[in-house]
C-alpha cells in the first residue's frame, strides 16, 4: 500500500511542477514583454532588461520550485539511504564469499608457502577489516611441552605489529593460553571479549592493545599445526558468524595445503636421495630406451670420458666395440638378465673390456632398461697373471689322484687339473675361462653359489660340501669338494678346490634321504611360507617363502625364538595362541611381524601340532587386506566426523523410500526436530506448500541426474518457514546425501531489493513519461528564441552595434546549444518511455561512412587528427535505422575528436560476423580510468566532471548511443586505459 501510494504522490507532485512550470512559462512569455514596454519606454534601458528577464524568470522560478520539493527530496533520500543500507549487507557478504574462493584459490596455486600465507592474511584482513590478522604455528619442546610462534601477520594503519615481538615465539601454551589450547584441540572456535577471559590470556592480550579477538586452530592432517586469527584493537568486537566461516574455510584450506606441500617435500627428499645412491654408486650406471641413452651416473661419465651432458641422447651402440654390438643388441631384446662381458669405448678411442648386466625397471613413471657397467681391465690383467701361474702349478699336480681346480672372485674356472678328465671326460681347456656353476647341476647352484659367496667372505679356512657334477656325455656324477680362500696367496690367487666322485657313496644314501627330500620340495615349493618349530619354541625348519616374507635367510631364521619377530603389541596374542596349539592341537592368529628392515607386516599364522617335539606353522601376509580394512574404517571415522562437524545440515537419504537414514546436529537446528523425529519423515515432509512443486523437481532432477541444487522454502518444528538451499549428490549405494544452508537472510534481503528496484524503475518511467510528453512545450520557447535572435542578427529591423550583434550571437549560440541538449534529453526519454521507434530500412553502409567522413571532417582538421575509416563488409547493402546508426556514428566520433589532442588519430573499421554488423571506434586520446567503464554510459556522466574541466558536453551522447545500439539487438563496450586511448565497440543485428 505505501508503495503505490508513493507512486500516486510523486504522479501528483510532478503533475503539479509540470502545471505551474507552464503556467508561469505561458504568464511570462504572453505579458513580460507588454509589462516590460508599459514600465521601461528608453529603447537601451529596455534592450537591458531583455537580456535579463529570462534570467528572472528561470532564477525566480526555480525558488519556487525549491520551496516546494525540498521536504519531497527529502523523503526521497531517506528512502535511498535504506536501500543503500540493504545493498552494503549484500556486498558485504559477496565479498565474504569472494574472499574465501580467492583463498583457497591461491591455496591451490604451486609455490612455497611462504609466499602464498601473506596474500591469503592480506586478502581477508582487506575483506574483515580488523586491526589485525595472523597465523601461528606450534613447536614440540621437550622441556616446555607445545609452544606457538608467530609466523605471518598483517595489520591495519595505525596498529602495532606484533611479528617480532619475541614474547610471541616459542611461547608454551602452559605459560601463556592454556584455555585456548584445551579449546583448539578439540577443533572449536576461541572467540571472546578479551575482558571476559581469565589469567594469564586476559593479561596477554590487554599488553598488545586487543579488545576483542577470534581464532580457529588449523590441522595438518589429524595434527594440530597451529591457529588463524583476528584480534580488534578498536572496538570490542562480537564476531560475526560470517567472520567465523571466512576463517574456518581459510584455517581448512590451509590445513591441507601444508599436509600437500609436506608429501610433494617428502617426495622430493626420496628423489634426491635416489639420484644421491645413483651418482654414489660403484662402476657405470646407464638408463636407455630404444637405443639411445636416457640418464647416467657420474661413474660411467668417469669410465667413457664423456660428460654427462655429452651421454644424454647417444646411441648405446656407440660406447661399444663394433664386434660387441650385435651381442649386446640381442641380450636387450630378449631382456637377458646376467653379466656379461663386452670390449666398449672411450671418448678418446681407446678400448677396455667391461662387464655389464641389464635389467627392466621403472623410471619416471616409465619403463626402461638399465644397465650397471665395470670396467675390469685390471681384472683381466690378474687373470693373465693367474693363466701363467696355472702352467707353473700344473706340473706339480699332475700326479694327484682328486681334481685340483682355481676359479677366481668372480667364480670364472682359471685352472683344471688333468685328471678331470679320467673322472668326467672333459679336458681341461674345455673348462677354462667358463663359469664355475655352469657344469653343476640346476638343483645345486643356488647353494653352490651361497657356499661360493661363504668361502669368499672367510679367508683361509676350508669347507666342504657335495654336489653332482655333469659329465661331458651329460650325467651327473656326484662329488664331495672342498675349497679354500686364498685370492691373497701370491701364487695361488684365487679360490683352490679339489673334489674326487662319490657317485656310488651317494646312490646309497638317495634312497634313506627320499622320504625327506620329498618333504622338502613340498616346502620349497609352497606358496606360503611353513616354518617348523620344537618343544624349544626354536625354529627347526623354514621355507623360502618365508625368508621372502620376513628378510632373513634360512641360516638365520634356524634356531631363532618363534616369539622374536612378533611386534609387541601382537605379542600376547601369540603367547595365547601358542598355548592353545598345545593343548588343542590347532590355532590360527592374525599378528604383526618385524621384518629384518625394522618393517612390520600383517601375517595369519595357522598352526597344527606335528607330535610332543614339532609344529608346523602355514603363514601368509595379509597386509594388503588389513591396510585396505583399516582404510574403510578411517574413511568412515573422517565421514563420521565431517558430518557431525558440518557447519550446515546433512541428511542421508535412502533411495528406495526417500525417508532420512541418518542427519547431523546442525540439521537438527535448522529444522527444530530431533534426531529421533527427523528420521521418521522423507524428503518432502516439511517442504512448504509454495515450494512443493519446484521440491518435487529437484529431487526427481537428483534421481535421474545424480545431482541437484534448489532453495526451499522449509517449515520448521514451531511453524516458523525458513529459506534453505539444497545441494544433493548421489551417493555409490543407493542413497543420497543432502547439504542445506539457511539462507533466509539473504531471501529477505533480495525481496527487499527487488521492491526497492520496481520503486525506483517506476519513477524512472514516471519521468520520462513526462519529459517525452512536454517535448512541444519545451521546444516552443527555444523554437521563438532562436527565431527572434535570426532576425535580430539579420538586422530585418535597423543595423545592430558590435555589442548587440555580439549578445545576439551568445543568444543564439546558447538557444541551439540548449535546444540540442533538449533534444538529447527527450530521445533519451522516449527510449526509455517505449516511445522511441526504430525505424529500418535496407542502405548502403559505404554511403553510409562516407556522409560520416563528411560530415566529422572539418572538425578532425580542425585539431589536424588523422581520421581513417576502413569497410570490410562485402555486401554493401545492411537493414538498419540508418539515421540512429549515423547518430550513433556521429556521437562516438564527435567524443573521440574532442577527446585526442592535436596530431591524433581516430580511426572508424566496420566488419561483419554473421548476422552481425561490427564497428569499432579508436582513438589516441586521454583514455578513460577503469573504474568509469560501465559508469560512461549512464547520462550525465562525464569523465572529467570538475568544475574546471577542459571538454563540453552535457554527458548524454553515450547514453543514447548505448540505448539506440540496443534497440538495434545490439551491444557496446569499452577498452580503454587512462592515459592510453579508447577504443568503443558495438555490434547491431543486420536483417537484410
Known amino acids: 500500500m505505501s508503495m503505490m501510494a508513493n507512486f500516486k504522490s510523486n504522479k501528483y507532485l510532478a503533475l503539479k511542477v509540470a502545471l505551474f512550470y507552464i503556467f508561469m512559462a505561458t504568464l511570462w512569455i504572453l505579458g513580460s514583454d507588454t509589462v516590460l514596454s508599459w514600465i521601461v519606454t528608453d529603447p537601451d534601458m529596455y534592450m537591458q532588461f531583455q537580456t535579463y ?19 519531497k527530496i527529502k523523503d526521497f533520500n531517506k528512502s535511498r539511504i535504506n536501500l543503500l543500507e540493504t545493498e552494503s549487507l549484500l556486498k558485504k557478504r559477496l565479498d565474504y564469499e569472494l574472499t574465501t574462493i580467492e583463498c583457497m584459490r591461491l591455496l591451490q596455486e604451486p609455490g612455497d608457502i611462504d609466499e602464498i600465507m601473506p596474500r591469503i592474511l592480506k586478502k581477508i584482513h582487506h575483506t574483515v577489516s580488523n586491526s589485525r590478522t595472523y597465523i601461528f604455528r606450534n613447536e614440540e619442546d621437550t622441556e616446555l611441552g607445545l609452544c606457538m610462534s608467530q609466523v605471518y601477520e598483517e595489520v591495519s594503519e595505525g596498529i602495532e605489529a606484533q611479528i617480532d615481538n619475541p614474547e610471541l615465539q616459542h611461547l608454551p601454551y602452559s605459560e601463556g593460553a592454556p584455555t585456548l589450547l584445551e579449546i583448539i584441540v578439540s577443533g572449536q572456535n576461541y572467540s571472546y571479549i578479551v575482558e571476559e577471559l581469565e589469567e594469564p590470556e586476559k593479561s596477554i592480550l590487554k599488553d598488545q592493545g586487543i579488545l576483542a579477538i577470534l581464532i580457529i586452530p588449523i590441522f595438518s592432517g589429524e595434527k594440530l599445526w597451529g591457529f588463524i586469527g583476528f584480534d580488534d584493537c578498536v572496538e570490542e568486537r562480537r564476531w560475526h558468524k560470517d567472520d567465523v566461516n571466512l576463517l574456518r574455510v581459510v584455517a581448512d584450506g590451509i590445513g591441507e595445503a601444508i599436509l600437500r606441500r609436506d608429501s610433494e617435500r617428502e617426495l622430493i627428499d626420496s628423489e634426491e636421495r635416489f639420484k644421491a645412491l645413483h651418482n654414489a654408486s660403484f662402476g657405470g650406471i646407464v638408463i636407455h630406451d630404444k637405443g639411445f641413452i636416457v640418464d647416467v651416473n657420474q661413474g660411467f661419465s668417469d669410465i667413457t670420458g664423456y660428460s654427462h651432458d655429452e651421454l644424454i641422447g647417444m646411441s648405446n651402440y656407440t660406447l661399444i666395440a663394433e664386434d660387441c654390438r650385435e651381442t649386446v643388441r640381442k641380450n636387450i631384446n630378449s631382456g637377458y638378465e646376467e653379466p656379461y662381458e663386452i670390449t666398449m669405448l672411450r671418448k678418446d678411442g681407446t678400448t677396455y673390456p667391461a662387464r655389464i648386466q641389464g635389467k627392466i625397471i621403472p623410471y619416471k613413471g616409465q619403463y626402461f632398461r638399465v644397465a650397471e657397467i665395470k670396467d675390469i681391465t685390471e681384472q683381466k690383467l690378474s687373470e693373465e697373471l693367474l693363466r701363467e701361474s696355472e702352467q707353473k702349478q700344473a706340473a706339480m699336480i699332475e700326479n694327484i689322484s682328486d681334481v685340483i681346480a682355481i676359479a677366481d672372485r668372480n667364480g670364472i674356472i682359471r685352472y683344471k687339473s688333468a685328471n678331470v678328465e679320467k673322472w668326467f671326460g672333459w679336458k681341461p681347456e674345455e673348462l677354462i675361462d667358463t663359469d664355475l656353476f655352469d657344469k653343476i647341476h640346476p638343483d645345486e647352484q643356488e647353494n653352490t653359489k651361497d657356499f661360493f659367496l661363504n668361502i669368499l667372505d672367510n679367508k683361509r679356512d676350508t669347507f666342504s660340501s657335495k654336489i653332482r657334477y655333469q659329465c661331458k656325455d651329460g650325467t651327473y ?38 622320504s625327506e627330500k620329498k618333504f622338502r620340495t613340498y616346502i620349497e615349493n609352497a606358496p606360503y611360507g611353513i616354518l617348523i618349530v620344537d618343544e624349544n619354541q626354536k625354529f627347526v625348519e623354514v621355507n623360502e617363502t618365508i625368508c621372502i616374507m620376513t628378510g632373513y635367510r634360512v641360516d638365520e631364521l634356524i634356531g631363532m625364538d618363534m616369539f622374536s619377530r612378533v611386534a609387541p603389541q601382537s605379542r600376547d596374542e601369540a603367547v595365547k595362541g601358542y598355548h592353545k596349539l598345545i593343548t588343542t592341537g590347532f590355532v590360527s592368529e592374525e599378528l604383526l611381524i618385524n621384518r629384518r628392515t625394522g618393517t612390520n607386516f600383517w601375517m595369519r599364522v595357522d598352526a597344527v601340532k606335528l607330535s610332543d617335539t614339532r609344529s608346523i606353522l602355514f603363514a601368509r601376509d595379509i597386509t594388503e587386506r588389513k591396510n585396505a580394512e583399516n582404510a574403510v574404517l578411517e574413511s568412515e571415522r573422517k565421514f563420521r566426523t565431517y558430518i557431525e562437524n558440518a557447519p550446515y545440515g546433512i541428511f542421508i537419504v535412502n533411495e528406495k523410500n526417500d525417508t532420512f537414514e541418518e542427519v547431523n546436529e546442525t540439521a537438527c537446528i535448522l529444522t527444530g526436530f530431533s534426531e529421533k523425529e527427523l528420521l521418521k519423515m522423507n524428503v518432502y515432509s516439511r517442504v512448504a506448500p509454495e515450494s512443493q512443486y519446484k521440491g518435487i523437481q529437484g529431487y526427481h532432477e537428483l534421481k535421474s541426474k545424480g545431482f541437484s541444487s534448489v532453495e526451499l522454502k522449509i517449515l520448521q518444528k514451531n511453524g516458523n518457514g525458513v529459506w534453505m538451499r539444497i545441494d544433493s549428490v548421489r551417493l555409490s549405494n543407493g542413497r543420497f546425501i543432502m547439504f542445506a544452508n539457511d539462507i533466509t537472510e539473504r531471501k529477505d534481503a533480495e525481496f527487499s531489493l527487488i521492491e526497492a528496484k520496481m520503486l525506483a524503475e517506476e519513477n524512472n518511467r ?34 545592430l552595434n558590435y555589442k548587440q550583434k555580439r549578445h545576439v550571437k551568445h543568444i543564439n549560440n546558447g538557444g541551439r546549444h540548449l535546444l540540442d541538449l533538449i533534444n538529447d534529453v527527450l530521445d533519451l526519454s522516449k527510449v526509455e518511455a517505449g516511445k522511441m521507434e526504430l525505424n529500418r530500412e535496407v542502405f548502403s553502409i559505404s554511403d553510409l561512412l562516407g556522409d560520416i567522413r563528411e560530415s566529422i571532417s572539418p572538425m578532425a582538421l580542425k585539431k589536424n587528427i588523422d581520421l581513417e575509416i576502413t569497410n570490410h563488409i562485402e555486401s554493401q547493402e545492411i537493414s538498419a535505422d540508418k539515421m540512429k546508426l549515423k547518430q550513433i556514428l556521429l556521437n562516438l566520433l564527435s567524443n573521440a575528436i574532442k577527446f585526442t589532442p592535436d596530431n591524433g588519430k581516430v580511426s572508424v573499421t566496420a566488419i561483419k560476423e554473421d548476422s552481425e554488423i561490427k564497428i569499432s571506434v579508436s582513438d589516441t586520446g586521454i583514455g578513460i580510468p577503469e573504474d568509469m567503464h560501465e559508469s560512461i554510459f549512464s547520462p550525465f556522466t562525464q569523465v572529467d566532471s570538475s568544475n574546471k574541466r577542459e571538454y563540453g558536453g552535457t554527458g548524454l551522447g553515450l547514453a543514447l548511443v548505448k540505448q539506440f545500439v540496443e534497440m538495434h539487438n545490439g551491444s557496446i563496450w569499452l577498452e580503454s586505459n587512462e592515459g592510453e586511448g579508447s577504443i568503443f565497440v558495438f555490434t547491431i543485428e543486420d536483417l537484410n
Open 477 to 514: 656324477n656326484w662329488i664331495e669338494f672342498t675349497g679354500r680362500n686364498l685370492l691373497d696367496d701370491p701364487i695361488i690367487q684365487g679360490i683352490l678346490f679339489n673334489y674326487h666322485d662319490i657317485t656310488e657313496k651317494k646312490e646309497a644314501e638317495d634312497a634313506l634321504l627320499e
Open 766 to 799: 514516471m519521468k520520462s513519461e513526462f519529459l517525452a510528453n512536454m517535448s512541444h512545450e519545451l521546444r516552443t520557447p527555444l523554437t521563438a528564441i532562436i527565431g527572434f535572435s535570426d532576425v535580430l542578427n539579420d538586422e530585418i529591423f535597423g543595423e
Open 53 to 71: 528577464k529570462g534570467m528572472f524568470f528561470v532564477i525566480a522560478t526555480g525558488f519556487l520550485i525549491f520551496l516546494y520539493l525540498n521536504p
